[in-house]
């Protein structure tokens, strides 16, 4: 009996940081300008840095899971969506992140369903360029875009840097690191990631 109240408590909780957490980011993202298409839904405090010339436009029945109780495979950070000057961040409808970080420097594109396990991160650039005298003059890295299609599953701790496209129902297995582009419907994973086989 013990345990069932303890969970009942614990459900309670999650039930309590969805409905503030939810209200405290919509009030946020207004501040930052975000462009929301529908309601979304977020567990604990979630971060977005916005350039006032970039734009970060989010589908609708997104759910974003930042507190670290909120998946019990655990997070080692909250989310974190960024758009540096002149970038675009754009995410479909129902899509789902736990502790992901997406970073745009140039344009990343999420398509509907798109599913991030814990720690996901996705970048469109370098952020800083291999020759060391321009990283001293303070230079970019190279930059470009990144796709993920429609129902992509992206798990576990899985990294996906620029210029990759990722076609629709793709997984990508845990700890993977995606560098260059993987095929519709299609299991991929290792470092760097490649097709294991058809699904």
Not at 1 to 12: D, S
Not at 150 to 179: E, F, H, P, R, Y
């Amino acid at each position: 009996m013990k345990g069932v109240l303890v969970y009942r408590c614990f459900l309670l909780q999650q039930r309590v940081s969805r409905v503030v957490s939810s209200l405290l980011m919509r009030g946020y993202g207004w501040l930052w300008g975000l462009e929301f298409q529908g309601p979304a839904c977020f567990y604990g405090l979630a971060r977005f840095v916005r350039h006032p010339q970039g734009r970060i436009l989010l589908g609708s029945d997104l759910v974003f899971r930042s507190a670290p109780s909120s998946n019990t495979i655990g997070l080692n950070r909250r989310c974190f969506f960024s758009a540096t000057a002149g970038a675009t961040l754009q995410v479909g409808d129902g899509c789902g992140f736990s502790g992901t970080v997406i970073a745009a420097q140039q344009q990343i594109t999420l398509g509907n369903g798109v599913m991030c396990g814990a720690n996901v991160t996705i970048t469109d650039a370098d952020r800083h360029p291999l020759d060391a005298l321009a990283r001293q003059r303070g230079e970019p890295g190279a930059c470009a875009p990144v796709v993920i299609g429609d129902q992509v599953w992206l798990g576990m701790n899985v990294v996906v840097l620029k210029g990759v496209t990722i076609g629709a129902g793709a997984v990508i297995a845990a700890n993977s690191v995606v560098v260059s582009d993987i095929p519709p419907g299609c299991l991929a994973g290792g470092q760097p990631a490649k097709v294991l086989r058809m699904l």
